[in-house]
Nanobody, 119 residues
Framework: QVTLIDSGGKSVQPGASLRLSCVAS????????VAWFRQSPGKERMRVAN????????YVEDSLRGRFTITRDNAKNTVYLQMNNLKPEDTAVYSC????????????WGQGTQVTVSS
């Protein structure tokens, strides 16, 4: 059973940067594809970015490209979401999720970490 612990969320001012972390345990990390999702009150959950098991293929939502970057450190069983030039509309609960690379469903989820961008 894979357990994901996501962290790094906090309250920041517009223009600030944050790095979220997602640490996995209980499975073979190098067999997992990982994604970050976010959900704001009253809105549907949205995929922010994803990265393959090897870390050599990534995707970032079009509207966030250029400000958000996803990376992974397989030696540390960790995936990161670097968020720069944060805007109030980035306020949301951010959750990481993982799936075995041969599947299409994200079966494992972190508990979520709150990011609030406000002046």
């Amino acid at each position: 059973q894979v357990t994901l612990i996501d962290s790094g969320g906090k309250s920041v001012q517009p223009g600030a940067s944050l790095r979220l972390s997602c640490v996995a345990s209980g499975g073979t990390f190098t067999s997992l594809a990982v994604a970050w999702f976010r959900q704001s009150p009253g809105k549907e959950r949205m995929r922010v970015a994803n990265i393959n098991k090897d870390g050599d293929s990534t995707y970032v939502e079009d509207s966030l490209r250029g400000r958000f970057t996803i990376t992974r450190d397989n030696a540390k069983n960790t995936v990161y979401l670097q968020m720069n030039n944060l805007k109030p509309e980035d306020t949301a609960v951010y959750s990481c999720a993982a799936r075995h690379w041969l599947t299409t469903t994200y079966a494992y989820w972190g508990q979520g970490t709150q990011v609030t961008v406000s002046s």
